[in-house]
């Protein structure tokens, strides 16, 4: 296996990694001929790492029936949906890695939609982190490095309708 | 002997197979030359062919090259069975039903139909069930004391090379071989029940031959040499084929009785080296924005329904009581105005100027007012009877009404008057 290959692999199997300078060209090459592209995103640590996402126009088409892919179900989504808009303030910008949030007002948010607390304290602890959609630190909680691998055009339909996403106390 | 041979080339410079190479080992004893023995897997399917084709009660008379050409037909061309079927004819497979010449009828020589079973089984199980049926009768002979010393020796000895040829071969499989040589080859028995037998005949041996202990203990050393090697056949298989990744080394039988058997941790060694991508459900904002426009929180507990209007109606029994009391003034009005201020009057002519029905409901009133205690009237009936075929009141009794105001009770306050109840009634 070539280090370009098992750069690639390790970084679809650990979801971000750091790459040297010497291969992130090379990964960056290949990526962007298998339709993806590298992404910069901050480590835990604050240190530049880089995770993968799906070019502009290559992501797979998960409506129709060739492609089957495993969907959150509506608390997750909701409860994502919460964070974007309470972490996303500067809507010119991109989302990620937006305005770290604390956890309590990201649980109070979703409650105030009618939201079991225990599913969304579930949501927001186990499956989005997982997911690598979130990421919780001393801070709170923070857009993950999985929103930064969203593709432009799909950050720009968020935006367009940004306004219906909910904001917790903000939206009072 | 070219190098070519000895790279497992057939004598027609096919690359032999792992099972046409045993089975030229098993023939070579007795061929006569190095192309005496087939280089396709598919000319031993036309001899079982064959073989099936005088399986049946109706070749117990013989079967023409025609007729087993029908019997084996898409086994193969028409050319290869009739250069096959001259080889069973001249190595005398199929016989000729009477020694005549130009006989067209063939039998099968049952030998040969053993011959074929035999092939499959040693070439796909590496001719250990010999070794095992050769322990197992050499151990019947010595109980059953059939043999001399020199017999049972004999048989000793065979049994100690049988296992030791196999032990030698497997050892150099095991030290050389490659993964796919030794994936052809773990049809070796790794079982210690081979080696408990040769256990059992040692210990047979030293009760009934005690002169004979030596050969038996060496069998027993050359048996376990054999399940020694044949497990580190097997653990290269695995330890190489799992780093190798490669699931075509286990049958899936094998694979359905690990996943029924072997215990999570045993299972996860499989995939330990495996790389996974992680876990990541599928969401962009269409589904997210979807999810927003259609959420409907769900409520978490019934709540009571609110309580009903109050009624717009007052106390019932109030109510009721009231209704009756205007009843009841009504009708002693009524009677008042009859009586005219007099203590009693005749009915008959204001009854009979009423008419019907005003007239019944009239009588009805007074009577009402008759029956009620705390009422000062009274209604008395003669026996006389008016009868006016023409008039609407065509007969009725002549009756007084009379007010006896002195003796009338004081209804209690919340009593329905009695009139009223009649009213009702």
Redesign the interface.
């Known amino acids: 296996m070539t280090d370009t290959a098992f750069e690639l692999a390790a970084l679809r199997a650990q979801r971000t990694r750091q790459l040297s300078p010497a291969t992130r060209g090379a990964v960056a090459y290949v990526a962007e001929r298998l339709g993806q592209r590298l992404v910069e995103v901050n480590d835990p640590g604050g240190s530049i790492c880089h995770t993968l996402g799906w070019a502009d126009g290559y992501e797979p088409l998960p409506y129709e029936e060739t492609f089957s892919v495993r969907r959150l179900s509506p608390v997750p989504q909701l409860a994502l949906a919460t964070c974007i808009g309470l972490c996303w303030r500067d809507r010119d910008a991109s989302p990620y890695p937006g305005e770290a949030v604390p956890f309590n007002d990201a649980v109070e948010a979703n409650v105030a939609l009618g939201v079991d607390r225990k599913h969304v304290v579930g949501a927001l602890r186990g499956e989005l982190q997982f997911a690598g959609l979130l990421v919780e630190s001393d801070e709170g909680l923070r857009l993950g490095p999985s929103v930064a691998a969203w593709p432009p055009a799909q950050v720009e339909l968020l935006r367009r309708t940004a306004n219906s996403l909910p904001r917790g106390a903000a939206d009072g | 002997m070219s190098d070519d041979i000895q790279l497992g080339l057939g004598f027609s410079g096919r690359e032999r197979t792992p099972f046409l190479r045993r089975l030229s080992a098993l023939v070579a004893p007795v061929a006569s030359d190095a192309g005496a023995v087939i280089d396709d897997e598919e000319m031993l399917d036309v001899a079982r062919a064959v073989c099936g084709a005088f399986s049946h009660q109706d070749a117990a008379g013989g079967l023409t090259r025609a007729q087993i050409a029908a019997r084996v037909s898409g086994a193969c061309p028409a050319e290869v069975l009739d250069a096959r079927l001259n080889v069973f004819v001249r190595l005398g497979l199929l016989r000729s039903l009477m020694d005549k010449k130009h006989q067209q009828r063939y039998v099968l020589d049952p030998a040969g139909y053993v011959g074929v079973l035999v092939f499959d089984r040693i070439a796909h199980r590496g001719g250990i069930d010999e070794l095992r049926a050769l322990l197992d009768r050499t151990a019947d002979a010595i109980r059953s004391k059939q043999g001399s010393v020199a017999e049972v020796a004999d048989a000793l000895e065979s049994c100690r090379a049988g296992f030791a040829v196999y032990a030698n071969r497997l050892q150099q499989l095991v030290a050389d071989a490659t993964l796919a040589e030794l994936v052809a080859e773990r049809g070796f028995d790794a079982d210690d029940r081979l080696y408990q037998t040769a256990e059992e005949l040692q210990t047979l041996v030293t009760d009934l031959y005690p002169e004979l202990d030596t050969p038996a203990w060496k069998l027993v050393e050359e048996a376990l040499r054999y399940v020694d090697a044949a497990e580190g056949l097997l653990q290269r298989v695995l330890s190489e084929g799992g780093l190798a990744l490669n699931f075509d080394q286990l049958d899936p039988e094998e694979y359905l009785t690990a996943a029924r058997g072997a215990s999570l941790d045993e299972l996860a060694v499989v995939a330990v080296d495996v790389?996974?991508?992680?876990?990541?459900?599928?969401?962009?904002?269409?589904?997210?924005?979807e999810?927003?426009?259609?959420?409907?929180?769900?409520r978490?507990s019934r709540e009571r329904p609110s309580d009903p209007p109050p009624s717009p109606d007052t106390d019932p029994i109030a109510r009721i009581q009231t209704h009756a009391a205007g009843v009841a003034k009504r009708c002693a009005l009524r009677a008042d105005a009859l009586l005219a201020g007099k203590p009693e009057v005749e009915l008959t002519d204001a009854l009979r100027a009423a008419g019907w029905p005003a007239a019944g409901h009239m009588l009805a009133d007074i009577l009402a007012l008759d029956t009620a205690k705390e009422q000062p009237y009274r209604v008395r009936f003669s026996d006389a009877l008016y009868v006016d075929a023409e008039a609407p009141l065509t007969y009725i009794s002549p009756a007084v009404l009379c007010a006896d105001r002195t003796a009338a009770v004081q209804p209690n306050a919340g009593d329905v008057p009695a009139v009223a109840q009649e009213r009702a009634a």
């Not at chain 2, 790389?275 to 924005?289: Q, R």
């Not at chain 2, 999810?291 to 769900?298: D, G, V």
Request: charged share 15%; net charge negative.
């Open positions: 790389v996974f991508d992680p876990a990541t459900p599928w969401v962009d904002a269409g589904a997210i924005i999810t927003l426009e259609q959420y409907q929180p769900r978490a």
